[in-house]
T-cell receptor
Framework: AQSVTQPDIHITVSEGASLELRCNYS??????LFWYVQSPGQGLQLLLK????DTLVQGIKGFEAEFKRSQSSFNLRKPSVHWSDAAEYFC?????????????WGLGTSLAVNP | NAGVMQNPRHLVRRRGQEARLRCSPM?????VYWYRQLPEEGLKFMVY????????ESGMPKERFSAEFPKEGPSILRIQQVVRGDSAAYFC?????????????FGPGTRLLVL
């Protein structure tokens, strides 16, 4: 079955510290992977995506993610967190074929940033 | 280029009333997706539509829920005889073309509260 797991429900880091949010997926075909961020009461903003090619992808706001097929993972990283990064982060995998496609989501990781 | 637009942003209904949620995709996008975010749960796919066609409604509840994307005008998600369990954030996303790797761009969501 297709699924996405984000093992960490909540993470707290200090401003300026590095960050890694974990994401594992289960999907039989080549995965198309996404990270979205949601601020309280807001919509979902795309941070980055992986389709093919270089397994290290760069996104907006200084985020990057690395696709590791052997580990079925797509972890999100940032070298130095800013207070404005406090938000909910969602990992998703694009599934389907032809006209049938949708996103399967992890439950999200809530990030708090201490000053 | 305006993003995905959803209205209303907040909607309050009493049990038994109807809720109509509207979504205008980004300019040039002909594919619309609806997702629901329930409290304490992740995002769940509901339905995928192209102009005048429902492509995949596997995530839609069998009763009371319907969706359309007419040739002209926004996509509509309609919930008849709402119940308290329908209280959630409903997000619409759009994409430009075929392929499950296509990025979905999200609107700000409609927060539905059923009293």
């Amino acid at each position: 079955a297709q699924s996405v797991t984000q093992p960490d429900i909540h993470i707290t880091v200090s401003e300026g510290a590095s960050l890694e949010l974990r994401c594992n997926y289960s999907y039989g075909a080549t995965p198309y992977l996404f990270w979205y961020v949601q601020s309280p009461g807001q919509g979902l903003q795309l941070l980055l995506k992986y389709f093919s090619g270089d397994t290290l992808v760069q996104g907006i706001k200084g985020f990057e993610a690395e696709f590791k097929r052997s580990q079925s993972s797509f972890n999100l990283r940032k070298p130095s967190v800013h207070w404005s990064d406090a938000a909910e982060y969602f990992c998703a995998v694009g599934v389907g074929a032809g006209n049938n496609r949708k996103l399967i989501w992890g439950l999200g990781t809530s990030l708090a940033v201490n000053p | 280029n305006a993003g995905v637009m959803q209205n209303p942003r907040h909607l309050v209904r009493r049990r038994g009333q109807e809720a109509r949620l509207r979504c205008s995709p980004m300019k040039g996008h002909s594919h619309v997706y609806w997702y629901r975010q329930l409290p304490e749960e992740g995002l769940k796919f509901m339905v995928y539509l192209q102009k005048e066609n429902i492509i995949d409604e596997s995530g839609m509840p069998k009763e009371r829920f319907s969706a359309e994307f007419p040739k002209e005008g926004p996509s509509i998600l309609r919930i008849q005889q709402v119940v308290r369990g329908d209280s959630a954030a409903y997000f619409c996303a759009s994409s430009p073309a075929l392929g499950r790797q296509e990025t979905q761009y999200f609107g700000p969501g409609t927060r539905l509260l059923v009293l």
